[in-house]
């Protein structure tokens, strides 16, 4: 599906659908340059959800974990990841064997420690003012 959002508002509105129709279990690889609108997919996610807090790129975090009623999500920033081994020194497959949402910009810098094929893969390209969004699906699970 490719879908043209024309602001940051439609970006998070997209992200905000996402919610209602992700499983409690589910993998989402996010492609995109710097500034392409990967938090702010999240972020309308997460509001969606009835977080109010702030919402930031864990770039220098790695993950930030958000508890949302019974649902867990994690929101991965591998962008200073210098040696996938360092998902491993993180405990990255513990995080995966939980029941929840895993959200990860710059999946390909963990490439061999990353699940190889996630349940969807969101790409967002600017595109004049807005954002073109390509998202694939891999899994048989409802999105």
């Known amino acids: 599906m490719m879908k043209y959002l024309s602001n940051t508002e439609e970006t ?4 905000a659908e996402l919610w209602k129709t992700v499983p409690s279990k ?3 690889f996010l ?5 392409a609108g990967k938090t702010t997919l999240v972020r309308g996610f997460l509001r969606a959800a009835g977080f109010t807090g702030a919402v930031k790129s ?3 975090m790695l993950v930030e974990e958000y508890m949302l ?4 999500v994690f929101h991965f920033d591998l962008y200073r990841v210098v040696d996938p081994e360092e998902l491993e020194w993180i405990g990255i497959r513990d995080y995966f064997a939980q029941d929840c ?3 990860i910009e710059w999946p390909d810098k963990g490439k061999g420690f990353l699940p190889a094929e996630p349940d969807s893969v969101i790409t967002l390209k600017t595109k004049g003012y807005g954002r073109l969004l390509t998202i694939e699906n891999f899994s ?3 999105t």
């Open 12 to 15: 998070e509105l997209f992200g």
């Open 26 to 28: 589910y993998l989402v």
């Open 31 to 35: 492609n995109g340059d710097l500034g």
């Open 58 to 60: 864990p770039t220098y």
């Open 69 to 72: 009623g019974a649902r867990k």
């Open 101 to 103: 949402i895993c959200f």
């Open 140 to 142: 048989s699970k409802k």
